[in-house]
């Protein structure tokens, strides 16, 4: 064992091995992130990798010195989440080089093996109760070490080592890793059936506690409010645990006396030695999560004070206020229907007269299959509620247990409910909450997916729509009637993958005046533009685009004309077929291999598209392009900046037309022929399916391909996207594919072929109004 210089606690063994260097996956969640900082406070070499690592959990990563990245060469220990599959490259590749992987919960068992160990478990409240914990005994100055299952509001960091015996942790349950726990004091903060793929039966979830308790070595504190938990209580037999409740009525008691703003203050009675404690947090709920807390740091010893708790930070995605003006919108990790039914008591108080607003996303599809009914039940408290599809954390659907399926029970249970549900599509459910919610409203999203993310983005985008209600009112009498522009335009029909939300503004000009009129009243108002071709090559989000969206869809500018020097002038928003046809019908050769590129002029400028060996800038001669500033420019090709896959003139303008030379003249019927060899070539080897054509680069050298299609890749699916078994290169729709599956493929397809083959692949297709960078 080695001593760390800072704060002498001790590097232990791992598993009997002295390993220094480990590689944690789904280093971005709650149990494995804060785990594999306080693995870096100990003194271990950390890096870990995560394919959604939110922007928080990077910047507290970083600050412990964990290497976020691809598993190095040198790792001796894998160290992954329950969620993580078998399947994952970090987990193939780890079982190749026969380094030894293990779940979250038994390294943490191992690494807190030989310290007093404070086991905070139960199915609600744990991750606050903890916080509460490890904030008194910072007030007391007691120097425990802690794994919080969580991010602190304030961005205190989620693990430390600290410098004496003790250390709390969050137990999990879920995955039966409890078993390897042995702790000094264990606080079952409320007990409930949970985790249905794991425990068949109340009992087995019982059993697994019990089993807890009989190997706690000196005190258990248990709610005396929880009917499981006095359960168990009486079924212990022998162990040495002294088993204390506490709660309104327990031995350790704690009673709010008087609550206002965001504290409440409470009396202590019983077994504790101090008599009063003001809370930063308000509710019943809270009120038994800052009794057992407080009870917990009396019996480690800790000298906590009636202030121990006024300045408890709070805990991210647990009650928190992410708006308070005209309406309050707060954020939470409830997911049981028990800790939604406390929750939804404590808010239906402080909406008072205002109505109560539920977002809901339900995590895991055989939770919500089990429990409908009682989701159903809960849910009725809302006075208006939005329903999401299942977060299902990998799991397949199951019978009964989706989110139609909830939606049908909540409109049987209370008819008069008004309820919105837009399968595959959050942006829709979220625009309709934005018609709905009116002032004085309290609007709660509750989960445990990625609610979190969409609840941020919504109140965005209401923030944002007084703004596009202005561009749109200011703009709108200025255009020509033959001029379409429209707000929230749905997007995912103009798209070839036929995915996607809406544009929050949308025009069609007629006329090059009104195209300069939109572009340079954006440039002042500083709306972003973006261009929009036939929709092939770019996959627009799920919450839609925000700016304006441009289609040269109009007639105005699809012309094709044959120029007295043999070129052709072609429009932008000509298609890619009907320039073939056209070009075909005079006689003109040199377009073919455009034949069946699903798009349009002005996208095949802006992307260099080719196939079958040729490229759009091989018959461009003159580009005319308009600046998002709305001047209009002509450039000779000499002066054009062209590579794969790209034009740099256009990163930052619109192409409106293109001087074209044909190869030499030819029989119209031959070019027809050539045109239909090149349309059966690609029918054999692309899928038919919606797709926005190939997803990756080629890698210098090689093939994307081939190497999606060496790891096994084809027919790989996350919801309705799926890796195309005609060619690996494509993900195609199946049906109801949203954004988010998409982009989850393409982390996945990534990840496998670096830890295979070591070669990143960089996306082709576009992120309409993102950067890939941000998402992957």
């Given at each position: ?21 480990l590689?944690?996956?789904?280093v ?14 100990l003194g ?13 959990m990077?910047?507290?990563?970083g ?14 220990l ?13 987990r ?38 903890t916080?509460?914990?490890?904030t ?18 304030d ?50 979830i019982?059993?697994?506690f ?13 709610s ?13 037999t022998?162990?040495t ?8 009525h ?6 709010v ?16 030695t ?10 019943a ?6 009794t057992?807390?407080l ?8 000298a ?5 708790l ?5 805990v991210r995605r647990?009650?928190?206020?992410l ?15 028990a800790?939604i ?8 108080t402080r ?34 509620l ?6 299902s954390?990998?799991?397949?659907p ?7 399926h ?17 399968p595959?599509?959050?942006a ?12 004085g ?11 979190d ?5 919504w ?12 561009f ?12 379409k522009?429209?707000?929230e335009?749905p ?10 939300g809406?544009?929050?503004l949308?025009?069609?000009?007629a006329?090059l005046?009104d195209?300069?009129?939109?572009l340079?009243?954006?440039a ?9 071709g ?9 919450d ?7 289609s040269l ?8 004309e ?20 056209l ?5 003109l ?10 798009g349009?002029?002005g ?30 420019q002509?450039l ?12 740099a003139e ?18 119209a ?21 919606p ?11 090689n ?5 999606i299609d ?5 027919g ?22 949203t ?18 083959r070591g ?8 992120l ?9």
């Amino acid at each position: 064992m080695t001593a760390r210089p800072d704060n002498g606690v001790a590097r232990p063994a791992l598993f009997g091995h002295p390993v220094t260097r480990l590689h944690c996956v789904g280093v971005g969640g709650m149990g494995v992130g804060p785990l594999a900082i306080y693995l870096a406070r100990l003194g271990f070499t950390v890096s870990g990798e995560d394919d959604a690592l939110t922007p928080e959990m990077r910047e507290q990563l970083g600050r412990a010195g964990v290497t976020v990245g691809p598993m190095p060469g040198d790792a001796e220990l894998l160290v992954y989440s329950s969620a993580i599959a078998p399947g994952h490259p970090a987990r193939v590749a780890a079982d190749a080089r026969q380094v030894r992987g293990v779940r979250r919960g038994e390294l943490l068992a191992e690494v807190t093996r030989g310290r007093k160990l404070v086991a905070v478990c139960g199915s609600h409240g744990k991750t606050t109760t903890t916080a509460m914990l490890i904030t008194a005994l910072r007030a007391a100055g007691f120097p425990a070490g802690y794994v919080l299952g969580g991010l602190f509001a304030d961005g205190t960091a989620p693990a430390e080592a600290g410098s004496n015996a003790w250390v709390i942790a969050e137990i999990d349950e879920s995955d039966g890793t409890i078993g390897a726990f042995s702790p000094e004091i264990t606080v079952a903060v409320n007990l409930d059936w949970d985790h249905p793929d794991h425990y068949r039966s109340a009992a087995d979830i019982e059993g697994a506690f019990l089993g807890l308790f009989a190997r706690t070595r000196g005190h258990v504190l248990v709610s005396d409010s929880c009917a499981m938990s006095a359960r168990v209580r009486e079924r212990l037999t022998g162990g040495t645990a002294d088993v204390r409740t506490f709660g309104p009525h327990g031995d350790f008691l704690g009673a709010v006396v008087a609550e206002a703003d965001r504290h409440m203050t409470l009396r202590l009675e019983g077994r504790f030695t101090l008599r009063e404690a003001e809370v930063r947090a308000r509710g019943a709920f809270n009120a038994a999560n800052a009794t057992a807390a407080l009870a917990a740091a009396q019996l480690m010893g800790a000298a906590t004070s009636r202030a121990a708790l006024v300045a408890y930070p709070a805990v991210r995605r647990r009650q928190a206020i992410l708006e308070s003006s005209d309406i309050t919108v707060l954020e939470d990790y409830a997911h049981h229907p028990a800790e939604i039914r406390a929750l939804l008591t404590s808010l239906r108080t402080r909406a008072g007269q205002g109505r109560l607003v539920v977002v809901f996303q339900p995590h895991r599809h055989s939770r919500t299959a089990q429990f409908l009914a009682e989701f159903a039940d809960v849910l009725t408290t809302a006075d208006l509620l939005c329903l999401l599809d299942v977060y299902s954390a990998g799991e397949k659907p199951v019978r009964g247990g989706t989110t139609e399926h909830l939606a049908a029970a909540v409109r049987k249970a209370r008819p008069d409910l008004p309820v919105t549900y837009c399968p595959k599509h959050p942006a829709g459910a979220l625009a309709a909450l934005t018609r709905d919610v009116r002032a004085g409203d309290l609007v709660a999203f509750v989960g445990a997916g990625d609610i979190d993310r969409l609840a941020r983005r919504w109140l965005e985008s209401r923030r944002g729509e007084d703004r596009w209600d202005a561009f749109f009112a200011a703009e709108q009498p200025k255009l020509a009637a033959a001029t379409k522009f429209k707000r929230e335009e749905p997007l995912a029909g103009r798209t070839t993958i036929r995915i996607g939300g809406a544009a929050r503004l949308y025009a069609e000009p007629a006329s090059l005046a009104d195209l300069q009129t939109l572009l340079r009243a954006a440039a002042a108002a500083g709306v972003p533009v973006f261009p929009l071709g036939r929709g092939s090559n770019l996959l627009v989000p799920d919450d839609g685009v925000h700016g304006l969206v441009i289609s040269l869809a109009h007639e105005v500018w699809t012309k094709f004309e044959a120029q007295p020097d043999g070129s052709v002038w072609a429009g932008a928003g000509l298609r890619l077929k009907n320039l073939c046809g056209l070009a075909a019908k005079a006689g003109l050769q040199g377009f073919e291999f455009l034949e069946g590129i699903p798009g349009s002029v002005g996208g095949a400028l802006r992307m260099n598209a080719g196939a079958m060996g040729g490229w759009m800038f091989d018959v461009v001669e003159e580009l005319q392009l308009i600046t998002l500033a709305g001047d209009v420019q002509t450039l000779a090709k000499p002066a054009l900046h062209v590579e794969y896959r790209d034009c740099a003139e256009l990163h930052d303008a619109i192409a409106l037309a293109a001087r074209l030379r044909p190869a030499a003249p030819a029989a119209a019927g031959a070019i027809r022929q050539q045109m239909d060899a090149y349309a059966r070539k690609r029918h054999e080897s692309q899928p038919r399916e919606p797709s926005a054509g190939c997803v990756f680069r080629n890698p210098p050298g090689n093939s994307a391909g081939r190497l999606i299609d060496e790891c096994g890749l084809k027919g790989e699916r996350v919801g309705d996207a799926e890796v195309s078994p005609v060619h690996a290169n494509f993900i195609v729709n199946r049906g109801h594919a949203t954004s988010a599956d998409v982009l989850e493929l393409v982390r996945r397809v990534r990840a496998r072929v670096r830890a295979a083959r070591g070669v990143d692949l960089h996306p082709e297709v576009l992120l309409y109004g993102k950067r890939w960078d941000d998402v992957l």
